[in-house]
């Protein structure tokens, strides 16, 4: 590979990265426009319309390698995705943000229906 095609690559890189955050800025300003719409707290905000919307790719995924005869991948692909996002995710916002704290009311109401649904 010389510099020239090295260079096209490192561009491109930068540029995904740029798109990516920009439509996650404007996912979640999204997500809380809805949300408040429908009068919903920041935490089932992130739980259904945000976790519904970063899980569609696993289910793409997971649907394509259940189709593609490979249920193994589908099943991993659940695992591994849930276990990045409450090791990895949670680490690196503990990391950068600090303490997390929880509300207790968050406790004692909405966790629970979560639960149940």
Do not use: H
Not at 53 to 75: K, M, Y
Not at 92 to 100: I, Y
């Amino acid at each position: 590979m010389d510099w020239i095609q090295l260079a096209q690559l490192v561009g491109i890189l930068g540029v995904a990265l740029f798109v990516l955050i920009r439509g996650a800025d404007l996912f979640i300003e999204g997500a809380k426009q809805i949300g408040r719409a429908f009068g919903m707290s920041p935490f089932a905000i992130g739980v259904l319309i945000v976790g519904i919307g970063t899980s569609l790719p696993e289910l793409a995924s997971s649907v394509a390698a259940v189709l593609a005869n490979s249920p193994e991948i589908a099943i991993a692909n659940a695992v591994g995705s849930n276990i990045t996002n409450i090791l990895l995710i949670v680490g690196v916002l503990a990391a950068l943000g600090g303490p997390v704290l929880i509300n207790k009311n968050l406790l004692k109401t909405e966790l629970p229906i979560f639960f149940i649904a």
